[in-house]
């Protein structure tokens, strides 16, 4: 059973656009929502995260909007760079240090230039 | 060190031999845990430590897998008679009251 669903596999956007990826989960324990971003080779890395007393978090050209009663949530890139050009995992956790973290199964973004 | 250190980075191992992960964590973390990610999926948890202590095994998909952290830093995860579906690559991550530091994972092959 896939607790975190994301959508879409894969999405080009041009540069200077906005990426919008989504996720719906279905365990309401989870209380901690980070994102993570992937390059070839590399481990994911935190890039930001929220949790379910707010319905949107912004860090630079990152924004985070969570709707808890729907269960979904995303992420949305303004001003798309190709330097953004990665896989992004969703992710979802009932602790954030402690706990297993939950991921979905990726969005393969590609930036043209 | 600055971060999440693992090795070997790359392992090829022949089916049926058994394999060794290291994991070294960022000093004075507290919890670690393994990964699973195989090629063009998530990363999918395996099991978590609160210093030496296995606190959840739940994600191990056999009993061919073993992970240790005797001493509640460094960590080993031993896969023993190595089949095909083991090929992927293992992720280590720890962390202490808050975001969870990776590794850049081992890749492991199995032929």
């Known amino acids: 059973q896939q607790q975190v669903k994301q959508s879409p596999q894969s999405l080009i956007v041009q540069k200077g656009g906005i990426s919008i990826i989504n996720c719906a989960y279905e365990n309401t324990a989870f209380d901690y929502f980070p994102w993570y971003q992937q390059f070839p080779g590399k481990g994911p890395a935190l890039l930001i995260a929220i949790r379910p007393d707010v319905s949107e978090k912004k860090e630079g050209r990152f924004t985070i909007s969570f709707n808890k009663s729907a269960k979904q949530f995303s992420l949305h890139i303004m001003d798309s760079q190709p330097g953004d050009s990665a896989t992004y995992f969703c992710?979802?956790?009932?602790?954030?240090?402690?706990?297993?973290?939950?991921f979905g199964s990726g969005t393969r973004l590609s930036i043209r230039p | 060190g600055a971060g999440v250190s693992q090795s070997p980075r790359y392992k090829v191992a022949k089916r049926g031999q058994d394999v060794a992960l290291r994991c070294d964590p960022i000093s004075g973390h507290v919890s670690l845990f393994w990964y699973q990610q195989a090629l063009g999926q998530g990363p999918e948890f395996l099991t978590y430590?609160?210093?030496?202590?296995?606190?959840?095994k739940s994600g191990l998909p056999s009993d061919r897998f073993f992970a240790e952290r005797p001493e509640g830093s460094v960590s080993t995860l031993k896969i023993q008679r190595t089949q095909q579906e083991d090929s992927a690559v293992y992720l280590c991550?720890?962390?202490?009251?808050?975001?969870?530091?990776f590794g850049q994972g081992t890749r492991l092959t199995v032929v």
């Open positions: 992710a979802a956790s009932e602790d954030s240090s402690a706990s297993k973290i939950i």
């Open positions: 991550a720890s962390s202490n009251t808050g975001e969870a530091f």
């Open positions: 430590f609160q210093n030496e202590a296995q606190l959840d």
